[in-house]
């Protein structure tokens, strides 16, 4: 039986701190958050491990992008498994700004000034389709003259990324040659763009199936494997069913705002992955039930100070 600690805040504590102090709080989803800090801090630490990080595209939209960028340019994680919206935001932000709104703003209004709304964010039609066009059909063509017919999409992201700047989550994953993969390559800007560059370009390929072999390679020869897990749909479901060939997961932490009761894979917690074998018995798991863009920063930040 251990005592429920009160906080005791002071001016200028630091991230790690505050978390320790959560740990010893015994409440609710502060408790849950500095079990996923250590989960994660020990997950970081092991030797001979593949970590995955998985995310769905909102969150790139927001400053948490910049979260993002930071662990992968820490070489934090071996693969990152994401949406194609992600490619979208991460390219469209090292050359156009997003701006605050409102989550009751007018969307008739916006509609009509060529805004469109990501919840409280906004994106003019410039900073989103006019740019990632303008870009992609730059880069399609700088690939195509370099006489590369077929592409994973990991290998697609990596010719963007080396073609960004710093700024880019795209960026740094080239440059560590950490693959980003994207089972709906189709569905957004960038997937769109790939389809329009190819009614001109009909040798073009977009290879899936290289994606899974790299995939195959890397889960069959891991020893142990972890994954920070963020939202659900079919970046979850990818990182999870890869691991049930390695009998599952050795480590799993999930922030999610998905309810479990409706049978969805976002809302579906530890436990229900270890039924299929996609997380080990033995695991160590936690869920975060919370907004990344709150959770995650904080997360990071207190990893970071005790790493």
């Known amino acids: 039986m251990e005592k429920v600690r009160d906080f005791e805040l002071s001016k200028g504590v630091s991230a790690g701190a505050l978390v320790r102090q959560m740990l010893a709080s015994g409440g609710f989803t502060a408790k849950n958050l500095a079990v996923a800090v250590e989960i994660l801090k020990t997950m970081l630490k092991e030797k001979d491990i593949f970590n995955f990080l998985s995310f769905p595209a909102c969150i790139i939209a927001t400053g948490t992008r910049g979260v993002v960028r930071d662990m992968v340019k820490q070489k934090w994680f071996h693969v990152l498994v994401t949406t194609c919206g992600t490619l979208d935001h991460d390219l469209a932000r090292c050359y156009r700004d997003y701006y605050h709104g409102d989550f009751y703003m007018d969307d008739k209004a916006?509609?009509?000034?060529?805004?469109s709304r990501i919840g409280n964010?906004?994106?003019p039609n410039a900073s989103y389709g006019e740019i990632i066009e303008e870009k992609m059909e730059e880069f399609l063509n700088s690939v195509y003259a370099e006489?590369?017919?077929?592409?994973?999409?990991?290998?697609l992201c990596w010719e963007i990324g080396?073609?960004?700047n710093e700024n880019s989550i795209l960026y740094w994953c080239w440059k560590n040659r950490i693959p980003v993969i994207v089972p709906g390559i189709t569905d957004g800007a960038v997937g769109y763009q790939l389809w329009l560059f190819?009614?001109?370009h009909r040798d073009l390929k977009i290879n899936v199936l290289k994606d899974e072999q790299l995939l195959n390679d890397m889960v069959w020869q891991a020893k142990k494997s972890g994954a920070l897990i963020i939202g659900g749909g079919i970046s979850k479901h990818h990182v999870l069913w890869w691991n049930l060939f390695k009998k599952g997961l050795d480590y799993a932490v999930y922030?999610?705002?998905?309810v479990e009761y409706d049978g969805s894979l976002s809302g579906a917690r530890p436990r229900e992955a270890i039924s299929w074998g996609k997380i080990r018995e033995k695991a160590k798991t936690i869920t975060v039930e919370a907004d990344a863009t709150m959770a995650l920063p904080l997360m990071y930040a207190a990893v970071l100070e005790r790493l």
Request: hydrophobic share 35%; aromatic share 4%; charged share 30%.
């Open 198 to 200: 190819s009614q001109d």
């Open 255 to 258: 922030i999610t705002t998905a």
């Open 162 to 164: 080396k073609r960004l």
């Open 110 to 115: 916006l509609h009509k000034r060529g805004i």
């Open 147 to 155: 006489g590369k017919r077929e592409l994973a999409t990991y290998e």
């Open 121 to 123: 964010v906004l994106v």
